[in-house]
């Protein structure tokens, strides 16, 4: 049945690709939705009119509305751990690249620090790519490597079954069924 339920779960390429652009479309609304309050704030500083804060705070409620739009559709469709990681690297990437664009900001000036903001990213988005693709990964492991995953995912996974003698409360009287307590009946009932 475990097998039976992973394979349903598996999503082939198209899926895939399906979720990963979502969780890139919303990311990147988030990304500009933040740059785009920013700018408001720093129009005002040079002496831009007034209006110029609150015409960018709804711009950037807008872009964030239409993220999480996205990022839903994203998550109705497929597996929550890569659109939401997706989402956010995405994110990350363009509020940089645009804050570094448009706002002139720059990233840091130390070697190290900057090598190390680099390695960072790289490091974040090799891992969104070894997400996505780790089943196919898996598949070109040499054949013990495989047997040996696999039996550590069963074993791990007869741990939190349901019907094992572990996942099952051991002592009834902790049970509260939802009936006795009475939460569902109306006032009205209760009198009749």
Known sequence: MYKKQRREQELTGPEVIEEIIYGLESGILFGISSVISK???????????????????????????V?????????????????STCT?????????????????????????????LLLGWFFIITGVILLVSSSRLI?????????????????????????????????PSTTIHASSLHLLTSPGKEKA
């Not at 408001?40 to 950037?60: L, Q, R, Y």
């Not at 993220?67 to 659109?83: D, E, N, P, S, W």
């Not at 495989?146 to 039996?151: N, T, V």
Request: hydrophobic share 40%.
């Open 39 to 65: 700018t408001g704030f720093v129009m005002s500083e040079m002496g831009f009119p007034k209006i110029v804060v609150p015409t960018a705070i709804s711009c950037s409620v807008c872009c964030s509305a």
């Open 67 to 83: 993220g999480f739009v996205y990022q839903t559709r994203g998550l109705k469709h497929g597996r929550a751990i890569v659109v």
């Open 139 to 171: 598949a070109r492991l040499p054949r013990p490597m495989q047997k040996f995953l696999k039996s550590n995912m069963e074993r791990t996974h007869s741990i939190r079954r349901p019907g094992s003698a572990r996942g099952k409360d051991l002592i």
């Open 88 to 116: 956010s690297v995405a994110s990350i990437v363009s509020g940089v690249v645009a804050g570094m664009i448009a706002l002139d900001e720059h990233l840091p000036k130390a070697p190290t620090a900057r090598r190390c």
